[in-house]
């Protein structure tokens, strides 16, 4: 590891990158700058945007009795002020500091929620409003928190007087100009257009020039057009990243037209693709595919901001830019990992999990990958990044990239997923009757000298489901891997799948009476072993896998068949 790291540029141009930008971010949040944040207080709020995040009054009687469920955590105050709260999960702090769930105090439609929800924000302007400091103000919790309390500025104001009416504005704007001056230096990916995105929701909310909404319109559209690909998927390629920020970018456009200004047309291309590259994601059930850094799934959450697309007609099949593929036939669902990895600025939650796939029948998923528990310990975060918690195939138990760094470089960089991955090639082939794709990538080739290729393809009207792995040692696909190596092909399972042998010998797997899948192997016998679901709504969940285990240099391919079956006698 320590070689690797001493000759990789990729790595040492990131930490060189990242390094040049926390020391411009603290010099302009430093106290030399802190002049730049004072100015004139707004006279007024002029419009609340909407929240299109889904809202739970009950958490606001939570609230009340000191109980504070944030971010997978339940945190007991105790009668003290939350925000005074030391010892907490650094998710739950961030949750806390972000102020989203303003929208369950207003969901509750109660003077006591109203008057609690004031109150805690007076407490936080009291205790950290004078002092820029992380948690509080860490420029991402600083966006989510200023987009909330212009959302939610009326439950707040309610019943306040003049004077707090008038710390609240003044807050809001100190906050606004913190955030124009250290956007450009937040690392990139999806907090940072986030940002870009709070910044315009306050110029449009507070007394502004046009010529100010006019530059920040700008500069969020250059962000949107850098970070949107052309099919409409996010750069960091996280489904749960499009998802997060149409719940923002569709509240945005409305509030546009609320106030009388015409959107940028970057805002409204941008929403015009991430929409149908949402559904693109989406599982007949309605849950996101589990791919780089995407967990768990409220379908209530993605129909919320699916009520809005009015593009209509089909899912894409074939995402190019964002690197997947689709297929999908006769209740069917095939989602495939065909692209690189990010780039390692927007990486720092991306899987390992080239050439996987996910697999539903109906509202049934049988093939999955393990996901990632969001909330959960580290250990296990690390552990659903691997190659091995995907569906798909590993060489002597390694994982195709590397997101694991020494101590010091983790402390600077965080863990980006690095190399080896150079080469990631796709092609579609479709036909009536049949929809396929073939891929293969070289995250092997440096280390072990294999290239591993993938085909897939859906025919029978979904009855079907075909793969072949393939493992080569030289880009023409002639060449046998050496002696030495052994490959793992892995397919989880579902939680909720059924597994077991008929009379035949055959695996079948079985979601319901009327959903079954024989499972077929061509020269090998797939072993049953244990594994784990990290991206149950519930928590990590105990499941089961298929794996397949050969020796490349004697059957470098593997032929296998899911077929959809009758119900069972």
């Not at 929409?275 to 059930?285: G, I, W």
Request: net charge positive.
């Amino acid at each position: 590891m320590a070689m690797a790291l001493n000759y990789d540029p990729q790595l040492w141009g990131f930490v060189a990158s990242e390094a040049w930008r926390r020391a411009r971010r603290r010099l302009r949040s430093g106290p030399l700058y802190r002049w730049r944040f004072s100015g004139k207080t707004p006279e007024r709020i002029l419009i609340a945007p909407p929240d299109l995040r889904l809202a739970d009054g009950a958490t606001a009687r939570e609230f009340y009795r000191g109980r504070f469920p944030l971010a997978g955590s339940v945190v007991e105050t105790g009668g003290t002020s939350p925000f005074r709260v030391e010892r907490a999960p650094a998710a739950w702090q961030e949750a806390l500091h972000g102020f989203r769930w303003l929208r369950h105090m207003r969901a509750a439609e109660t003077t006591l929620a109203a008057g609690n929800a004031r109150a805690l924000v007076s407490e936080w302007i009291s205790i950290h409003g004078r002092r820029i400091a992380a948690p509080a103000w860490a420029p991402h919790i600083t966006a989510r928190r200023l987009i909330a309390w212009l959302q939610h500025s009326p439950i707040v104001l309610t019943g306040a007087d003049m004077a707090a009416y008038r710390t609240f504005l003044k807050s809001l704007a100190v906050q606004m100009r913190y955030l124009r001056a250290v956007a450009a230096e937040m690392p990139d990916g999806e907090e940072r257009v986030r940002a870009r995105i709070a910044i315009v929701f306050a110029t449009l909310s507070l007394p502004s020039s046009p010529a100010r909404l006019h530059a920040v319109s700008k500069a969020l559209a250059l962000e949107l057009d850098r970070q949107i690909l052309p099919d409409g998927i996010h750069i960091s390629r996280n489904p749960g990243a499009g998802l997060e920020l149409l719940a923002d970018l569709l509240p945005l456009r409305q509030t546009y037209f609320n106030q009388g200004e015409a959107p940028p047309d970057a805002l409204i291309g941008a929403i015009e693709r991430m929409l149908p590259a949402l559904r693109f994601f989406r599982h007949q059930d309605g849950v996101l595919a589990r791919f780089n850094g995407m967990g768990a799934t409220s379908h209530d959450r993605v129909a919320a901001i699916l009520h809005h697309d009015d593009t209509g007609g089909a899912p894409i099949l074939h995402a190019s830019h964002g690197g997947y593929d689709r297929l999908a036939m006769g209740g069917t669902t095939i989602i495939a990992d065909t692209g690189a990895p990010p780039p390692p600025d927007v990486s720092h939650e991306a899987q390992a999990g080239c050439l996987s796939f996910e697999m539903s029948s109906g509202r049934h998923h049988f093939i999955v990958n393990c996901g990632i528990d969001s909330y959960g310990a580290e250990d296990f975060r690390l552990l659903s990044r691997s190659t091995a918690a995907h569906s798909t195939a590993t060489v002597n138990d390694t994982s195709s990239a590397r997101f694991t760094l020494p101590g010091r470089l983790r402390a600077m960089v965080g863990s980006p997923l690095i190399g080896p991955i150079r080469k990631v090639r796709a092609k579609r082939f479709d036909s009536p009757g049949i929809h396929g794709v073939s891929a293969s990538h070289d995250g092997y080739l440096s280390r072990f000298g294999v290239i591993h290729e993938r085909e897939l393809m859906l025919a029978g009207n979904g009855d079907i489901f075909e793969g072949t792995d393939r493992f080569y040692s030289d880009r023409n696909g002639m060449a046998r891997p050496g002696p030495g190596l052994t490959v793992q092909i892995r397919f989880h399972l579902h939680p909720d799948i059924g597994v077991f042998r008929n009379e035949r010998g055959q695996l079948v797997l079985k979601g319901n009476d009327t959903d079954i899948w024989t499972v077929e192997v061509e020269g090998v016998a797939p072993v049953v072993e244990e594994s784990m679901f990290f991206a149950a709504i519930s928590g990590p969940r105990r499941s089961r896998q298929l794996l397949v285990e050969i020796d490349p240099s004697v059957l470098p391919e593997v032929a296998w068949r899911f077929t959809r079956i009758e119900k069972a006698g």
